[in-house]
Protein backbone atom coordinates (compact mmCIF):
# COMPACT_ATOMS: atom_id res chain seq x y z
CA UNK A 1 0.00 0.00 0.00
CA UNK A 2 1.11 3.49 -0.72
CA UNK A 3 1.96 5.37 2.24
CA UNK A 4 1.97 9.32 2.77
CA UNK A 5 2.78 10.29 6.09
CA UNK A 6 2.64 13.45 8.00
CA UNK A 7 4.91 14.53 10.56
CA UNK A 8 2.56 15.80 12.87
CA UNK A 9 -1.25 15.81 13.58
CA UNK A 10 -1.88 18.91 15.04
CA UNK A 11 0.11 22.28 16.05
CA UNK A 12 -0.05 25.00 17.41
CA UNK A 13 1.89 27.87 16.55
CA UNK A 14 2.19 31.66 17.61
CA UNK A 15 2.01 34.31 14.91
CA UNK A 16 5.59 34.89 13.28
CA UNK A 17 7.21 31.77 13.84
CA UNK A 18 8.61 29.98 11.51
CA UNK A 19 6.94 26.21 10.78
CA UNK A 20 7.95 23.10 9.05
CA UNK A 21 5.84 20.62 8.14
CA UNK A 22 7.08 17.35 6.61
CA UNK A 23 5.49 14.86 4.24
CA UNK A 24 7.75 11.40 3.45
CA UNK A 25 6.16 8.43 1.04
CA UNK A 26 7.46 5.28 0.88
CA UNK A 27 6.32 4.90 -2.84
CA UNK A 28 9.32 6.56 -4.63
CA UNK A 29 6.97 8.76 -6.18
CA UNK A 30 8.14 11.26 -8.48
CA UNK A 31 5.52 14.30 -7.81
CA UNK A 32 4.78 15.58 -4.03
CA UNK A 33 2.26 18.39 -3.65
CA UNK A 34 1.17 20.86 -1.13
CA UNK A 35 -2.61 21.73 0.06
CA UNK A 36 -4.40 23.97 2.31
CA UNK A 37 -7.77 22.99 2.90
CA UNK A 38 -10.37 25.19 4.40
CA UNK A 39 -14.36 24.86 4.81
CA UNK A 40 -15.83 25.63 1.67
CA UNK A 41 -12.92 26.08 -0.34
CA UNK A 42 -12.11 22.44 -1.08
CA UNK A 43 -8.41 21.98 -1.52
CA UNK A 44 -5.88 24.62 -2.60
CA UNK A 45 -2.60 23.60 -3.75
CA UNK A 46 0.42 26.04 -2.59
CA UNK A 47 3.22 24.17 -4.21
CA UNK A 48 4.61 21.38 -6.42
CA UNK A 49 7.35 18.89 -7.17
CA UNK A 50 7.93 16.69 -10.00
CA UNK A 51 11.25 16.18 -8.86
CA UNK A 52 14.35 16.85 -6.42
CA UNK A 53 15.52 20.09 -6.07
CA UNK A 54 12.47 21.49 -8.27
CA UNK A 55 9.34 23.04 -7.51
CA UNK A 56 6.35 25.16 -8.88
CA UNK A 57 4.02 27.28 -7.51
CA UNK A 58 0.29 26.15 -7.42
CA UNK A 59 -2.73 28.62 -6.68
CA UNK A 60 -1.53 30.14 -3.37
CA UNK A 61 2.29 30.23 -2.88
CA UNK A 62 2.01 33.29 -0.73
CA UNK A 63 3.87 33.06 2.47
CA UNK A 64 5.03 29.91 1.88
CA UNK A 65 7.75 27.70 0.63
CA UNK A 66 8.78 24.61 0.02
CA UNK A 67 12.13 22.38 0.40
CA UNK A 68 12.48 18.99 -1.57
CA UNK A 69 16.32 17.61 -1.09
CA UNK A 70 15.16 13.96 -0.94
CA UNK A 71 12.61 12.09 -3.29
CA UNK A 72 11.01 10.68 -0.81
CA UNK A 73 10.25 14.00 1.40
CA UNK A 74 8.53 17.17 0.51
CA UNK A 75 8.54 20.14 3.30
CA UNK A 76 6.46 23.11 3.65
CA UNK A 77 7.65 26.00 5.27
CA UNK A 78 5.99 29.27 6.61
CA UNK A 79 8.63 31.50 7.47
CA UNK A 80 6.64 34.01 9.33
CA UNK A 81 3.37 32.09 10.34
CA UNK A 82 0.40 34.77 10.46
CA UNK A 83 -3.34 33.58 11.62
CA UNK A 84 -4.90 33.50 8.37
CA UNK A 85 -2.68 30.49 8.29
CA UNK A 86 -4.23 28.50 10.18
CA UNK A 87 -5.96 25.96 8.44
CA UNK A 88 -5.53 21.77 7.46
CA UNK A 89 -2.51 20.96 5.74
CA UNK A 90 -2.33 18.02 3.02
CA UNK A 91 0.24 16.71 1.66
CA UNK A 92 0.08 14.08 -1.38
CA UNK A 93 2.39 12.32 -3.96
CA UNK A 94 1.87 10.52 -7.18
CA UNK A 95 3.82 8.56 -9.72
CA UNK A 96 4.83 10.71 -12.63
CA UNK A 97 3.51 13.87 -14.78
CA UNK A 98 0.18 12.70 -16.30
CA UNK A 99 -0.46 10.18 -13.79
CA UNK A 100 -4.12 10.91 -12.52
CA UNK A 101 -4.63 9.29 -8.76
CA UNK A 102 -2.68 10.92 -5.91
CA UNK A 103 -2.11 10.15 -2.68
CA UNK A 104 -2.91 12.22 0.38
CA UNK A 105 -1.65 11.62 3.70
CA UNK A 106 -4.01 12.28 6.89
CA UNK A 107 -3.29 16.25 6.94
CA UNK A 108 -1.48 18.48 9.69
CA UNK A 109 -4.32 20.76 11.82
CA UNK A 110 -2.18 23.70 11.97
CA UNK A 111 -3.04 26.71 14.51
CA UNK A 112 -1.54 29.90 14.44
CA UNK A 113 -2.52 32.05 17.49
CA UNK B 1 -7.77 29.79 -12.71
CA UNK B 2 -10.20 27.10 -13.40
CA UNK B 3 -12.98 26.83 -10.64
CA UNK B 4 -15.54 24.00 -10.04
CA UNK B 5 -18.52 24.22 -8.42
CA UNK B 6 -20.34 21.80 -6.43
CA UNK B 7 -23.77 21.95 -4.91
CA UNK B 8 -25.09 21.03 -2.95
CA UNK B 9 -22.56 22.39 -0.04
CA UNK B 10 -24.37 20.39 2.68
CA UNK B 11 -27.02 17.24 2.94
CA UNK B 12 -28.57 15.58 5.38
CA UNK B 13 -30.78 12.09 4.63
CA UNK B 14 -31.94 9.11 5.87
CA UNK B 15 -30.80 5.50 5.20
CA UNK B 16 -32.09 4.53 2.26
CA UNK B 17 -32.89 8.08 0.44
CA UNK B 18 -31.19 8.63 -3.43
CA UNK B 19 -28.95 11.97 -3.33
CA UNK B 20 -26.90 13.39 -6.62
CA UNK B 21 -24.12 15.94 -5.87
CA UNK B 22 -22.93 18.02 -8.46
CA UNK B 23 -20.23 19.66 -9.70
CA UNK B 24 -19.84 22.37 -12.47
CA UNK B 25 -17.44 24.72 -14.00
CA UNK B 26 -17.07 26.91 -16.77
CA UNK B 27 -13.97 25.68 -17.83
CA UNK B 28 -13.28 21.96 -19.64
CA UNK B 29 -11.36 19.32 -18.46
CA UNK B 30 -9.08 16.89 -19.48
CA UNK B 31 -10.42 14.44 -16.70
CA UNK B 32 -12.47 14.88 -13.83
CA UNK B 33 -12.13 12.53 -10.20
CA UNK B 34 -14.14 11.79 -6.83
CA UNK B 35 -12.98 11.98 -3.90
CA UNK B 36 -14.35 10.77 -0.28
CA UNK B 37 -12.63 12.46 2.88
CA UNK B 38 -13.32 10.57 6.47
CA UNK B 39 -12.63 13.44 9.53
CA UNK B 40 -8.88 13.04 10.13
CA UNK B 41 -8.39 11.59 7.09
CA UNK B 42 -7.04 13.02 3.62
CA UNK B 43 -9.12 12.58 0.41
CA UNK B 44 -9.35 8.75 -1.16
CA UNK B 45 -9.85 8.98 -4.82
CA UNK B 46 -13.08 7.26 -5.97
CA UNK B 47 -12.80 7.85 -9.82
CA UNK B 48 -11.47 9.20 -12.19
CA UNK B 49 -13.63 10.04 -15.31
CA UNK B 50 -11.95 10.89 -18.67
CA UNK B 51 -14.06 11.00 -21.47
CA UNK B 52 -17.36 13.25 -22.04
CA UNK B 53 -20.22 11.45 -21.34
CA UNK B 54 -18.62 8.64 -19.49
CA UNK B 55 -20.42 6.91 -16.98
CA UNK B 56 -18.79 4.67 -14.16
CA UNK B 57 -20.42 2.94 -11.50
CA UNK B 58 -18.64 1.52 -8.12
CA UNK B 59 -21.70 -0.09 -6.01
CA UNK B 60 -24.49 2.67 -5.20
CA UNK B 61 -22.05 5.20 -6.61
CA UNK B 62 -22.64 6.50 -10.16
CA UNK B 63 -20.21 9.33 -11.57
CA UNK B 64 -21.29 11.09 -14.93
CA UNK B 65 -18.65 13.00 -16.60
CA UNK B 66 -20.63 15.91 -18.80
CA UNK B 67 -20.13 15.80 -22.60
CA UNK B 68 -18.52 19.19 -22.64
CA UNK B 69 -16.31 17.68 -19.82
CA UNK B 70 -17.11 20.91 -18.05
CA UNK B 71 -19.39 19.26 -15.16
CA UNK B 72 -20.16 15.87 -13.67
CA UNK B 73 -22.35 14.51 -11.10
CA UNK B 74 -22.33 11.73 -8.62
CA UNK B 75 -25.32 9.96 -7.98
CA UNK B 76 -25.46 7.60 -4.64
CA UNK B 77 -28.50 5.07 -4.59
CA UNK B 78 -30.01 3.75 -1.25
CA UNK B 79 -27.84 5.52 1.20
CA UNK B 80 -26.49 4.34 4.16
CA UNK B 81 -24.72 5.80 7.16
CA UNK B 82 -21.23 4.73 5.96
CA UNK B 83 -21.45 6.36 3.03
CA UNK B 84 -21.76 9.81 5.48
CA UNK B 85 -18.02 11.85 4.57
CA UNK B 86 -17.01 15.07 2.44
CA UNK B 87 -16.92 14.38 -1.11
CA UNK B 88 -14.64 16.56 -3.23
CA UNK B 89 -14.57 16.87 -7.08
CA UNK B 90 -11.48 17.72 -8.50
CA UNK B 91 -10.51 18.57 -12.61
CA UNK B 92 -7.21 18.36 -14.26
CA UNK B 93 -5.59 20.81 -16.39
CA UNK B 94 -4.53 20.11 -19.65
CA UNK B 95 -1.08 19.44 -18.70
CA UNK B 96 -2.41 16.64 -16.21
CA UNK B 97 -0.01 18.12 -13.62
CA UNK B 98 -2.36 19.99 -11.62
CA UNK B 99 -5.87 19.12 -9.68
CA UNK B 100 -8.42 22.16 -9.03
CA UNK B 101 -10.28 20.90 -6.27
CA UNK B 102 -14.56 21.86 -6.06
CA UNK B 103 -15.68 23.13 -2.58
CA UNK B 104 -17.22 19.58 -0.92
CA UNK B 105 -20.20 18.52 -0.37
CA UNK B 106 -20.54 17.59 3.17
CA UNK B 107 -22.96 14.40 3.31
CA UNK B 108 -24.45 12.93 6.64
CA UNK B 109 -26.67 9.92 6.03
CA UNK B 110 -28.48 9.08 9.32
CA UNK B 111 -29.72 5.51 10.19
Known amino acids: DVKVTQSSRYLVKRTGEKVFLECVQD?????MFWYRQDPGLGLRLIYFSYDVKMKEKGDIPEGYSVSREKKERFSLILESASTNQTSMYLC????????????FGPGTRLLVL | TQLLEQSPQFLSIQEGENLTVYCNSSSVFSSLQWYRQEPGEGPVLLVTVVTGGEVKKLKRLTFQFGDARKDSSLHITAAQPGDTGLYLCAGFNNAGNMLTFGGGTRLMVKP
Open chain 1, 92 to 103: ASSWGLRTLTQY
Open chain 1, 27 to 31: MDHEN
